[in-house]
């Protein structure tokens, strides 16, 4: 079984749709990490939270540490949010190492 | 902003060639990484670096890989001899201080072995 397990792995949705996508663990974190992933291949950091939620522009992440389980709200969806959203775990280990999901590839149409 | 570079941002070579990917970290930062994914697969964590020394590492990064901080702003991944199933981006990745912060990704190299 995967560590970190992402949910839906693809969706496509309409501009202005609300948007959710999960995440689930099963190991002790430290940390949860949503990354974004463009077309391109480039990474870029959104959100770290290891409690409650946290909010930037339209996206918003929420953590349950005792379900284990995060969520990633985009509120207002554009095209320009197409890419591919990643999931990460900081282990409670120590190790730095972020462990990674498979990604949920996201498709908004105009 | 500060952000972290990666060169080349693609590199071609022979299996069994030896190849050198370079990373400048962001400036301050402490912790450095390398990160690699397959085509279509999702990302994993090869090596972690602090203190001029290997912090961590995965089973991936067997003895065909080293890294290295030659100075004080280069951060390297050397492929020793390079096998087909190493192709694949690479990113590097650095953070400011313990694992409970932010990791800044480069933009990655893709490395196609032939």
């Known amino acids: 079984k995967n560590e970190v397990e992402q949910s839906p792995q693809n969706l496509t949705a309409q501009e202005g749709e609300f948007i959710t996508i999960n995440c689930s663990y099963s190991v002790g974190i430290s940390a949860l990490h949503w990354l974004q992933q463009h077309p391109g291949g480039g990474i870029v950091s959104l959100f770290m939270l290891s409690s409650g939620k946290k909010k930037h522009g339209r996206l918003i992440a929420t953590i349950n540490i005792q379900e284990k389980h995060s969520s990633l709200h985009i509120t207002a969806s554009h095209p320009r949010d197409s890419a591919v959203y990643i999931c990460?775990?900081?282990?409670?280990?120590?190790?730095?190492?972020?462990?990674f999901g498979s990604g949920t590839r996201l498709q908004v149409q105009p | 902003e500060p952000e972290v570079t990666q060169t080349p941002s693609h590199q071609v070579t022979q299996m069994g060639q030896e190849v050198i990917l370079r990373c400048v970290p962001i400036s301050n930062h402490l912790y450095f990484y390398w990160y690699r994914q397959i085509l279509g697969q999702k990302v994993e964590f090869l090596v972690s670096?602090?203190?001029?020394?290997?912090?961590?590492k995965s089973e991936i990064f067997d003895d065909q890989f080293s890294v290295e901080r030659p100075d004080g702003s280069n951060f390297t991944l050397k492929i020793r001899s390079t096998k087909l199933e190493d192709s694949a981006m690479y990113f590097c990745?650095?953070?400011?201080?313990?694992?409970?912060?932010?990791?800044?990704f480069g933009p990655g190299t893709r490395l196609l072995v032939l």
């Open positions: 990745a650095s953070s400011e201080r313990t694992n409970q912060e932010t990791q800044y």
């Open positions: 990460a775990a900081s282990r409670d280990t120590g190790r730095r190492a972020l462990t």
């Open positions: 670096f602090y203190n001029n020394e290997i912090s961590e």
